[in-house]
């Protein structure tokens, strides 16, 4: 009765780009959990990174395997698909490799975006699994979650007739930093180059494994295959704008302009990461 005398249409609320639009809480495996606070114009991101790291165009037919409970099973299993049109596969039953091989070739799949975990319990299946099952339509696949090892990616070609694209990013960058695109080289074990728009280096860091700050900045590392701590830029459309009720916390993040992330990565002469 009440849907029935409801009206027909609503208004739309008026929304800035920097109006709160996402509370994405952290895993808490590094610590107690955090609300990372995120805008509308983070929309834009989802977008350009929906493009340049995953290849989306409109006829394509995407499963992003990650819960929507999690950063990317709303990033990437429900905004950037949206925005850029293409029909999406949801599936809410657990992993398990026969079922997932006939999704992949009944939907004709085109564009897979899935975990590193998840690849590696299909290679334990082993490749003669996929081999009975047409994933001819399959373009494209990438992963996130975790560091990729270099086996998963060399046994996508077998599997797959492709490698697998790893990217990189955090409940705080709200969308794809660092990504293998669609058209340059895959290096094993690589997570790939910044984005366009995305500037990222490495800082140095002390003998406690703290990040070095020298007169407010960090002290970057600039030769190559060197380790240190990634850090990004300052002031991109995903960026999270605060922890919620935590904003000294949310401060100790940033240094001279730059984001720490806390993970460790190295650089080589080519700029993969």
């Known amino acids: 009765?009440?849907?029935e005398a409801?009206?027909?249409?609503?208004?739309?609320?008026?929304?800035?780009?920097?109006?709160?639009?996402?509370?994405h809480f952290t895993s808490g495996t590094t610590g107690t959990p955090k609300g990372a606070i995120h805008v509308h114009e983070a929309v834009t991101a989802?977008?350009?990174t929906g493009l340049y790291a995953l290849d989306l165009h409109p006829d394509d037919v995407y499963w992003c395997t990650a819960d929507p409970g999690w950063v990317t099973g709303t990033s990437y299993?429900?905004?950037?698909?949206?925005?850029h049109g293409v029909t999406t596969v949801v599936d809410q039953e657990e992993m398990d490799a026969e079922r997932w091989y006939r999704i992949l070739a009944e939907q004709r799949v085109t564009v897979w975006y899935t975990a590193p975990t998840a690849l590696r319990m299909l290679m334990k299946a082993g490749a003669d699994r996929a081999s009975g099952h047409d994933l001819s339509a399959l373009r494209f696949v990438a992963s996130v979650g975790e560091p990729l090892n270099p086996e998963v990616v060399v046994w996508g070609r077998e599997a797959f007739g492709?490698?697998?694209?790893?990217?990189?990013?955090?409940?705080?960058?709200g969308g794809i930093m660092i990504a293998n695109f669609a058209a340059t080289e895959i290096r094993p074990g690589s997570m790939g180059r910044p984005l366009p728009g995305v500037?990222?280096?490495?800082?140095?860091?002390?003998?406690?494994?703290?990040?070095?700050?020298?007169?407010g900045l960090p002290v970057l590392v600039t030769e190559p295959d060197a380790m240190g701590e990634l850090a990004l830029r300052a002031g991109w459309p995903s960026m999270f704008r605060g922890y919620l009720h935590e904003e000294e916390r949310y401060r100790r993040c940033f240094a001279g302009g730059w984001y720490l992330t806390g993970d460790i990565a190295k650089r080589d002469a080519d700029g993969y990461y």
């Open 77 to 83: 299993g429900v905004i950037a698909p949206l925005v």
């Open 6 to 23: 409801a009206p027909g249409d609503a208004g739309i609320a008026s929304t800035q780009g920097e109006d709160m639009a996402l509370l």
């Open 162 to 173: 492709q490698p697998v694209h790893d990217n990189w990013w955090q409940t705080e960058t």
């Open 1 to 3: 009765m009440l849907m």
């Open 46 to 48: 989802h977008y350009a």
């Open 199 to 215: 500037e990222a280096a490495l800082v140095q860091r002390d003998e406690n494994g703290k990040p070095v700050i020298v007169d």
